[in-house]
T-cell receptor, first 111, second 114 residues
Framework: NAGVTQTPKFQVLKTGQSMTLQCAQDMNHEYMSWYRQDPGMGLRLIHYSVGAGITDQGEVPNGYNVSRSTTEDFPLRLLSAAPSQTSVYFC??????????FGSGTRLTVV | AQSVTQLDSQVPVFEEAPVELRCNYSSSVSVYLFWYVQYPNQGLQLLLKYLSGSTLVKGINGFEAEFNKSQTSFHLRKPSVHISDTAEYFCAVSVIQGAQKLVFGQGTRLTINP
């Protein structure tokens, strides 16, 4: 099992560019989430999904879109990158009550 | 809504000393409780979880935590730490009924000195 796979690991974007952060899991987990981690702020939920075709907003959704067409994949799209979106992004997946398994993260810098 | 407060942002201890990392939560409904560890430049790894039953939960790497419902706390403990325990530790909660969204505390950086 690969667990949760995130790509790319590092990315530098210019302000206004768009991109997609990829996330895939091979554990048949129903729940998937995207978090951003910023110093001193812990992890904040961006978007989450409770199953294929079902997504909802978390605490900090502005500037991000998600979709979940399959159980395995949960990509995060940055529509028009801003310096405030410089962060480390984590994707995670879970079964009910099991605790989330996290990917290794994507470190994004917007200049 | 749920919230989590980790009472110490940094905890320095000497090697082989005991340590306690404190976590308080707020929720009007029943929750699951978790502790995660993050080593430098890595993702988060689940240390332990409380779902139901015994309030003392044992996890990996010799850590344990005790759920105290009356004090809404879930403190993490280890009787003797090692240099390799240097990391950031996150407490988190999720509502039992619902979308399993994790709400995290701000993290506690544990530094082990030789």
């Amino acid at each position: 099992n690969a667990g949760v796979t995130q790509t790319p690991k590092f990315q530098v974007l210019k302000t206004g560019q768009s991109m997609t952060l990829q996330c895939a899991q091979d554990m048949n987990h129903e729940y998937m989430s995207w978090y951003r981690q910023d110093p001193g702020m812990g992890l904040r939920l961006i978007h989450y999904s409770v199953g294929a075709g079902i997504t909802d907003q978390g605490e900090v959704p502005n500037g991000y879109n998600v979709s979940r067409s399959t159980t395995e994949d949960f990509p995060l799209r940055l529509l028009s990158a801003a310096p405030s979106q410089t962060s480390v992004y984590f994707c995670a997946s879970s079964l009910r009550g099991r605790g989330y398994t996290f990917g290794s993260g994507t470190r994004l810098t917007v200049v | 809504a749920q919230s989590v407060t980790q009472l110490d942002s940094q905890v320095p201890v000497f090697e082989e000393a005991p340590v306690e990392l404190r976590c308080n939560y707020s929720s009007s409904v029943s929750v699951y409780l978790f502790w995660y560890v993050q080593y430098p430049n890595q993702g988060l790894q689940l240390l332990l979880k409380y779902l139901s039953g015994s309030t003392l939960v044992k996890g990996i790497n010799g850590f344990e935590a005790e759920f105290n419902k009356s004090q809404t706390s879930f403190h993490l403990r280890k009787p003797s730490v090692h240099i390799s325990d240097t990391a950031e530790y996150f407490c988190a909660v999720s509502v039992i009924q619902g979308a399993q969204k994790l709400v995290f505390g701000q993290g506690t950086r544990l530094t082990i000195n030789p």
